[in-house]
Structure formats: structure tokens, C-alpha cells
């Protein structure tokens, strides 16, 4: 990646800073009082560390500017005009997979990796680069509950400094300051003649012709090297006439599959004989839905329903 045409590149003044992020910047982080993080408790135990409204308005004006980059096409983390459905359709023509899942990600990339990011690829001054980490990452040493404290325990979360769940950036940045290993893992790929993509925490391996088991243990190696985890017990390969779950899709026959619980809704709703305003604009929604999966599903219902109901 080209990191140069950025506009925060090489920064070295506040002032420029100022201009760019629209704020008056601080040399002391004067930004952590603005998360109130808490454990979300459904569906499983999430620690949140949504921004408030003022920090959350400056993290998206950086989010632009890292929307700038020309990233790979194998990229999908936050990156804008793709989704997770991209992801999987990257490997609609492979027969054979490896799925790995890296555990407490964010939590892992420390704010050292994200210091690391803004002085070594962003060549920004170190005083700016740590106003931008300021920026960028939560310090819970000060704001943490009793909660809160027993569950980093509970989960061996090492680093209190950290990328924040529920930050507009922490996606996007999310690769970008692990961008070395995942550099990495796509030499794996090409040396075992696969490709890879990665969507967040989930990395994807897949090939037309069977994949090594060397691949998953090379893969660890380098996932460790850098300090993340693989959750292990994630970790799944199928084959060609598994039914492959792809971050929240399902490949299979080198289809996209519609998921279980949009057809349910659909054939559920299509049960009742008369609908409300309300009823109509969910089946409209769901077939939309089902649309962004398979194009030729549902036509003729979608255009009953609107003959029906919308244009009568």
C-alpha cells in the first residue's frame, strides 16, 4: 500500500492536525473521558467501548482520510463499498478452505501498534503520532468498573491501552496497524497457492486444489509472532461439498447461499392472508435482502406484492 498520497501523511505540525481533524488537539489525552465502557451481556459477554458523540464525530473525520487508501482487494475490514457478502464472494470459485478466527483482536492491538502505525508507515512526528493514538484507542486504567476489571481478568486481556469496540475506526484500523501481518500471510497464501482474504478477526484461506495442513500451523506461527491469538477451537477447513459458513454467508456448489433465516421470515410472513403497511415493507425488505445473495429468487413474488399492494 501506498501510504504517501494520504493527507495525514508525514504530519509534524499541530497545527496541520488541527486543520485536517477540525478540533484543537492536545499534547495530554484529554479524549478518554469520552467512553463510558460497559459489558454487553447478549447474545455472550462483549465488552463495548462505544466513543461518545463528540470523540465519535472526530474518529469518523479520521476514518475518511484512511478511506483514501488503495487497499488490496482482498481487504474488507471497515473498508468503504465493501461488505462481509464481498468477502465471501471473493472465494465463490475455490473448492477448499481454511477459516481462522483471531481471539480478543482489538484488545491485542495495543496502542504501542497503533503508535507504531502512525510514526513508521504514516511518518507522522512522534507528538503527532501520539495525539493520533490518544485519538484512536481507549485507556480504561481510570474508567473501568469493577465489572469491567473482573472480565479483563476473566479473559487474560493484557493490554488496558487498547483499539476500542464500537469506534467508527477501529475496523479499518484494525488492519491497517497489523497490516505487516497480514503482509505476511498473503506470501503464505501465494507460496501454497491459495488466496486469502481477511474481514476483521476472521482470515480466510481458500484454493481450487486442496490445501496443505503445514498452511494452519505456518499461519499460527505468524499470527503470534505479532502478538494475536488464533482462537483455536474457530479454526475450520471444509471441502468441496461442505456447506461453508464465510463471515455470516454460506458457499456451497460455488453459490451464495440465501440464509436459513431470511427464507424462515419470508415463508412465515407469506403465510398470512392480509398484510399491514408495515408487514409489506418488511417482505419488500427481506426479498432485498435475499437479493444481495441471489439475484434471481423471489422476482415474481417481489412483483405480486408491489402489483398488489403498492401499485393498485
Same mark, same amino acid.
Given at each position: 500500500?501506498?501510504?504517501?498520497?494520504?493527507? !495525514?501523511?508525514?504530519?509534524?505540525?499541530?497545527?496541520? !492536525?488541527?486543520?485536517?481533524?477540525?478540533?484543537?488537539?492536545?499534547?495530554?489525552?484529554?479524549?478518554?473521558?469520552? %467512553?463510558? #465502557?460497559?459489558?454487553?451481556?447478549?447474545?455472550?459477554?462483549?465488552?463495548?467501548?462505544? #466513543?461518545? =458523540?463528540?470523540? =465519535?464525530?472526530?474518529?469518523?473525520?479520521? @476514518?475518511?482520510?484512511?478511506? $483514501?487508501?488503495?487497499?488490496?482487494?482482498?481487504?474488507?475490514?471497515?473498508?468503504?463499498?465493501?461488505?462481509?457478502?464481498?468477502?465471501?464472494? *471473493?472465494?465463490?470459485?475455490?473448492? *477448499?478452505?481454511?477459516?481462522?478466527?483471531?481471539?480478543?483482536?482489538? #484488545?491485542?492491538?495495543?496502542?504501542?501498534?497503533?503508535?507504531?502505525?502512525?510514526?513508521?508507515?504514516?511518518?507522522?512526528?512522534?507528538?503527532?503520532?501520539?495525539?493520533?493514538?490518544?485519538?484512536?484507542?481507549?485507556?480504561?486504567? +481510570?474508567?473501568?468498573?469493577?465489572?469491567?476489571?473482573?472480565?479483563?481478568?476473566?479473559?487474560?486481556?493484557?493490554?488496558?491501552?487498547?483499539? #476500542?469496540?464500537?469506534?467508527?475506526?477501529?475496523?479499518? !484500523?484494525? /488492519?491497517?496497524?497489523?497490516?505487516?501481518?497480514?503482509?505476511?500471510?498473503?506470501?503464505?497464501?501465494?507460496?501454497? +497457492?491459495?488466496?486469502?482474504?481477511?474481514?476483521?478477526?476472521?482470515?480466510?484461506?481458500?484454493?481450487?486444489?486442496?490445501?496443505?495442513?503445514?498452511?494452519?500451523?505456518?499461519?499460527?506461527?505468524?499470527?503470534?509472532? %505479532? $502478538?494475536?491469538?488464533?482462537?483455536?477451537?474457530?479454526?475450520?477447513? /471444509?471441502?468441496?461439498?461442505? %456447506?461453508?459458513?464465510?463471515? $455470516?454467508?454460506?458457499?456451497?456448489?460455488?453459490?451464495?447461499?440465501?440464509? +436459513?433465516?431470511?427464507? %424462515?421470515?419470508?415463508?412465515?410472513?407469506?403465510?398470512?392472508?392480509?398484510?399491514?403497511?408495515?408487514?409489506?415493507?418488511?417482505?419488500? $425488505?427481506?426479498?432485498?435482502?435475499?437479493?444481495?445473495?441471489?439475484?434471481?429468487?423471489?422476482?415474481?413474488?417481489?412483483?405480486?406484492?408491489?402489483? @398488489?399492494?403498492? +401499485?393498485?
Amino acid at each position: 500500500m501506498n501510504f504517501s498520497k494520504n493527507s !495525514l501523511y508525514g504530519l509534524s505540525r499541530k497545527r496541520d !492536525l488541527s486543520q485536517l481533524l477540525k478540533l484543537k488537539v492536545h499534547n495530554n489525552n484529554k479524549y478518554n473521558i469520552q %467512553y463510558k #465502557p460497559y459489558i454487553d451481556k447478549k447474545p455472550k459477554r462483549r465488552l463495548i467501548e462505544a #466513543p461518545k =458523540k463528540e470523540l =465519535k464525530t472526530i474518529q469518523k473525520r479520521i @476514518k475518511r482520510y484512511f478511506d $483514501g487508501f488503495d487497499f488490496p482487494d482482498n481487504v474488507f475490514s471497515g473498508i468503504k463499498g465493501r461488505s462481509y457478502i464481498d468477502n465471501a464472494y *471473493y472465494h465463490i470459485e475455490s473448492n *477448499y478452505f481454511v477459516k481462522m478466527d483471531l481471539s480478543k483482536f482489538f #484488545p491485542n492491538t495495543s496502542r504501542e501498534k497503533i503508535y507504531n502505525f502512525y510514526v513508521k508507515k504514516m511518518k507522522m512526528k512522534s507528538d503527532i503520532a501520539a495525539i493520533m493514538s490518544d485519538l484512536s484507542t481507549v485507556d480504561l486504567t +481510570n474508567i473501568m468498573t469493577k465489572e469491567i476489571e473482573d472480565f479483563i481478568v476473566e479473559k487474560e486481556i493484557k493490554h488496558i491501552n487498547h483499539l #476500542p469496540s464500537g469506534s467508527p475506526i477501529s475496523s479499518i !484500523l484494525s /488492519y491497517l496497524a497489523n497490516i505487516d501481518m497480514f503482509n505476511e500471510l498473503e506470501l503464505l497464501a501465494r507460496r501454497n +497457492n491459495c488466496i486469502v482474504s481477511f474481514y476483521v478477526d476472521d482470515i480466510i484461506f481458500s484454493s481450487k486444489n486442496r490445501i496443505s495442513k503445514s498452511l494452519i500451523k505456518d499461519a499460527e506461527k505468524i499470527i503470534t509472532k %505479532y $502478538g494475536q491469538i488464533v482462537n483455536i477451537a474457530k479454526t475450520k477447513t /471444509y471441502t468441496t461439498s461442505d %456447506y461453508k459458513k464465510i463471515t $455470516g454467508c454460506v458457499i456451497h456448489n460455488h453459490e451464495l447461499l440465501i440464509p +436459513n433465516k431470511t427464507k %424462515y421470515k419470508i415463508a412465515k410472513l407469506l403465510k398470512q392472508d392480509n398484510y399491514t403497511t408495515k408487514e409489506i415493507n418488511s417482505i419488500l $425488505g427481506l426479498i432485498n435482502n435475499a437479493h444481495l445473495f441471489d439475484r434471481k429468487k423471489y422476482n415474481d413474488l417481489q412483483y405480486k406484492i408491489k402489483n @398488489k399492494y403498492i +401499485n393498485s
